[in-house]
């Protein structure tokens, strides 16, 4: 199963989701069109597969982490180098998530915006305690947002075979979010 | 053509580009499928038209009134709060470039990303200017970037007329961006 969710997850990217038949996802796994339908029934199934697995891992173990570390400062910290790390190593999945979840079915797609709610609230408490806990929960909202523009504008532009490591923007995007882009000021 | 353009940017966003026909496009504008045909002959014509649009809108006398800013860090300010009131005055327009320009035949989306790069240049020049002119390339294109996720993912959760206005939320990007959530701390 894992393997068709891979093959699937780049084909969805290459391709679009409405684009890619059962057939393409077959072809490219070597199988029968009948042997992923033994697996997931519709095609619907198979996108569903790859983003719960997906938001599986963003979510797991999260909260046990966070813990290990002293102050939201290196916390914060942790956050961005484990958001960009994942997606390093998962970029076809965190692609579809970005640009086919809408095409779920509602009651997939519900499944898989509350998972992203649970990642949004463990992120936003993180910034709130950071931050001092009484900032306005509508710019808590518009800052914890911001965080996850930058960790996920990179879909666009980031190439982690390029001359920056996921580890070094980590730390420009962690320099940037927590001092601004002033303390690079000559 | 303005208007079937917008009534077409709000089917794609509900519909998906994919999904929506020109029978809908029509339905939407009371014309004939004939009426916009004439105007468009394909639907391709009509998502160009209104992404080339939209990039026009972004790049029109941009350089210009950047002109008329002293100061780095004030013209930078500038580029914000044009970003989102284009975005929040836009918003179908917007979310179409960011969702559905890759279905673009080659031609036209290179016309598009020609575009992007024309605004993405103009800001990286600001920025480089903001921080001394000798940021290696790889970095400003990871800070540049970064203050177009931060901008551009407002699609996925801003709403204009909620709490916050696009001005005040201007305001709290610049902040993130320039000085850092630490400028916050209590």
Chains 1, 2 share one sequence.
Not at 33 to 50: A, D, H, M, Q, V
Not at 81 to 90: D, G, W
Not at 133 to 162: E, H, M, Q
Request: proline residues 3%; hydrophobic residues 40%.
């Amino acid at each position: 199963m894992a393997r068709i969710g891979k093959a699937a997850s780049k084909l969805f990217n290459k391709k679009g989701y409405l684009e890619t038949s059962i057939a393409d996802i077959a072809s490219a796994v070597r199988m029968s069109k009948g042997g992923i339908f033994y697996y997931f029934p519709t095609k619907n199934e198979i996108l569903y597969f790859i983003l719960t697995n997906y938001m599986d891992l963003v979510l797991e173990g999260l909260e046990e982490d966070l813990k290990k570390f002293d102050g939201s400062f290196s916390r914060i910290q942790f956050i961005i180098s484990r958001h960009l790390e994942l997606y390093t190593n998962n970029m076809d999945e965190a692609k579809t998530l970005l640009h086919e979840a809408h095409l779920l079915p509602p009651k997939y797609l519900k499944a898989i915006n509350e998972k992203e709610k649970k990642y949004f609230q463990i992120v936003a408490a993180e910034l709130s305690d950071f931050l001092g806990n009484n900032v306005p929960k509508d710019r808590l909202t518009a800052i914890t947002f911001s965080l996850f523009g930058i960790c996920n504008w990179i879909y666009s532009w980031y190439n982690p075979k390029g001359s920056l490591t996921h580890h070094e923007l980590s730390e420009i995007i962690y320099n940037i979010f927590s001092k601004g882009v002033s303390s690079w000021k000559l």
